[in-house]
């Protein structure tokens, strides 16, 4: 009864190695473009404030295979373009941030799940932050979000909008960023910000909060007393879809400049930083069930012998399920010994070709991937 009781614990624990394995494609692979791209947009879909990320690199991609679906593991970077998140603009459309104007990078750890085929983000974790290494003199300098005298010649720059607009008043939505630059007559601002249509009273203007109501986003350069400002109109942008995803624009997002805070300091608007982060811990930790490359033998001896140190972890397996059945766990414990089995099958195969005295071939990376626009 005991020997059956161990044949069916054993088969369990076979059935288990032979559905979960971690495989490792290619970061330029076209599963893994998929894969980054679902990413992307959903990542953009969750970002309420400030301008759409771009993909620039896929960093590391691991597909964890289950019955009920496999699990992506993914590390991707992405870089702030120059389209608001209300611009309806598809992204492949826009434009990078350049570095000379201060480049905002994300660096993402992203978690998704492939049913039936389709795929869907169920976990992510992000880092945003300035690239300031090609900033050069005379070049602008990005200033926080509240910096006084800059949001001062927003609002000079607004009123002149409004003054050159028929029959509607506009109203300060958003601040998207706001830089300084020394010219030969002296220092100027440079700001991109979202207007909303207005409904005011008297001199108090408040942004309709309706669908239809149109917003718009705004470029002015200069000082208060004169400047230059250019706007982007658009409407019922919180209907309108990226005709390259599925991912829906996000909704308006709302006025924060007379809620930020002097402690406030960003200069940036960042990428939203966490969501379900244990799910994203649990899909990171079958890290002990990947394959482990073996190092070839020293090339000071041609036709290595396998010695005992050598049939060591081979040797390891059998204490391992030994452990595993005994404590009559069905999770973590099979992938354990799963990752003792793939190990002992690796050493085995990366020792054959040093017996065949064949010169062994080196492990050719496959990630991180190719850059799209720049370090």
Same mark, same amino acid.
């Given at each position: ?135 050069c ?38 601040? #998207? ?13 440079l ?22 109501a ?6 002015a ?25 599925s ?11 007379g ?30 069930a ?37 404590? #009559? ?28 005295h ?18």
């Amino acid at each position: 009864m005991q020997c059956l009781r161990f044949v069916v614990a054993l088969g369990l624990l076979m059935g288990t190695w032979a559905q979960i394995n971690v495989l490792h494609p290619e970061c330029d692979s076209p599963e893994a473009d998929e894969a980054a791209i679902v990413a992307q947009d959903y990542l953009n879909s969750q970002h309420s404030h400030g301008y759409k990320y771009i993909l620039n690199r896929i960093e590391d991609i691991k597909i964890i295979t289950k019955p009920d679906g496999d699990i992506y593991v993914m590390e991707i970077d992405l870089l702030e373009t120059d389209c608001h998140v209300l611009d309806p603009t598809p992204i492949s459309n826009c434009t990078v941030r350049p570095k000379v104007l201060t480049a905002v990078e994300g660096d993402c750890d992203v978690v998704l799940k492939n049913t039936s085929g389709a795929l869907t983000v169920t976990a992510f974790k992000c880092k945003t932050s300035e690239s300031t290494e090609d900033i050069c003199l005379g070049c602008p300098t990005l200033l926080s979000l509240n910096d006084t005298e800059a949001l001062d010649f927003v609002k000079a720059s607004l009123v002149t909008f409004n003054n050159m607009t028929e029959n509607m008043t506009f109203s300060l939505l958003e601040v #998207g960023r706001m830089s300084s630059q020394i010219v030969s007559g002296g220092p100027i601002y440079l700001a991109e910000y979202v207007v909303a249509e207005a409904n005011c009273t008297g001199d108090v203007c408040e942004p309709l909060n309706d669908a239809m109501a149109t917003r718009g986003i705004c470029s002015a350069k200069g000082l208060n007393s004169e400047h230059t400002i250019d706007c982007k109109m658009f409407s019922n942008l919180n209907t309108v879809v990226d005709t390259n995803s599925s991912a829906p624009v996000s909704p308006p997002v709302h006025a924060h400049t007379g809620s930020i805070s002097s402690s406030h300091g960003l200069r940036h608007h960042k990428l939203t930083p966490l969501h379900d982060p244990l799910i994203l811990l649990s899909a990171e930790s079958p890290e002990s069930a990947e394959v482990v490359p073996v190092a070839p033998a020293p090339a000071a001896d041609p036709v290595p012998a396998v010695n005992s140190s050598q049939a060591a972890p081979a040797a390891d397996a059998a204490p391992a399920a030994d452990a595993a059945i005994s404590s #009559g766990s069905h999770s973590s414990q099979n992938i354990d010994f799963h990752s003792h089995f793939k190990r002992d099958v690796v050493a085995v195969v990366a020792d054959t070709p040093a017996v065949a005295h064949s010169v062994p071939v080196p492990l050719v990376p496959v990630c991180p991937g190719r850059i799209r626009f720049f370090d």
